[in-house]
T-cell receptor
Framework: GDSVTQMEGPVTLSEEAFLTINCTYT??????LFWYVQYPGEGLQLLLK?????DKGSNKGFEATYRKETTSFHLEKGSVQVSDSAVYFC????????????FGQGTELSVKP | DADVTQTPRNRITKTGKRIMLECSQT?????MYWYRQDPGLGLRLIYY???????NKGEISDGYSVSRQAQAKFSLSLESAIPNQTALYFC??????????FGSGTRLTVV
């Protein structure tokens, strides 16, 4: 079945460091891909999305490119801030399944000053 | 007020007890979902509903039931709680796949 695999955390970085969180997926057809962020004590919020191959989603300095050939959707940010500390979830929505989301296991990011 | 409100925020219950988690929304969305979050496992879908008369099982529905009382209300029940149902539970709504809104979660502990 469809699935999402993320790199394990926690990831600890210093402020202004470069961030990459790897995400790969298995799916039939052409799913839509998402990154969600969960700040402590809160629900998930959509960070960015991509709906077809080679699309680049971006928001708040974060970017991810839909790579069909490598079935990947890695999250990147050039310079992280302490306020980026959160748990990041990669997710996919299979086509023709009414909008269900399948999530990866989440990657905790901690940014130190 | 929050767009998606979950009650209670925290609950401790005993093994074998029946418990209901409630979710209400002001987004006007047709679709509502219940997810469970466990450390290292991400979020897993328990049940989902595309409208009041359409309820579907997700990947981990055993031990759970739901009720869609109205477009805005979707409750999750544990008929006889067991310790491995200890988790963080999220309700979400959507209108299509791009507009998911999550509640703040209910932390349930079964002792």
């Amino acid at each position: 079945g469809d699935s999402v695999t993320q790199m394990e955390g926690p990831v600890t970085l210093s402020e202004e460091a470069f961030l990459t969180i790897n995400c790969t997926y298995t799916a039939t057809g052409y799913p839509s891909l998402f990154w969600y962020v969960q700040y402590p004590g809160e629900g998930l919020q959509l960070l960015l999305k991509a709906t077809k191959a080679d699309d680049k989603g971006s928001n708040k300095g974060f970017e991810a490119t839909y790579r069909k050939e490598t079935t990947s959707f890695h999250l990147e940010k050039g310079s992280v801030q302490v306020s980026d500390s959160a748990v990041y979830f990669c997710a996919l929505s299979p086509p023709d399944q009414g909008g269900k989301l399948i999530f990866g296991q989440g990657t905790e990011l901690s940014v130190k000053p | 007020d929050a767009d998606v409100t979950q009650t209670p925020r925290n609950r401790i219950t005993k093994t074998g007890k029946r418990i209901m988690l409630e979710c209400s929304q002001t987004k006007g969305h047709d679709r509502m979902y219940w997810y469970r979050q466990d450390p290292g496992l991400g979020l897993r879908l328990i049940y989902y509903s595309f409208d009041v008369k359409d309820i579907n099982k997700g990947e981990i529905s055993d031990g759970y039931s739901v009720s869609r009382q109205a477009q805005a209300k979707f409750s999750l029940s544990l008929e006889s709680a067991i310790p491995n149902q200890t988790a963080l539970y999220f309700c979400a709504t959507s209108q299509g796949i791009y507009g998911y809104t999550f509640g703040s979660g209910t932390r349930l502990t079964v002792v």
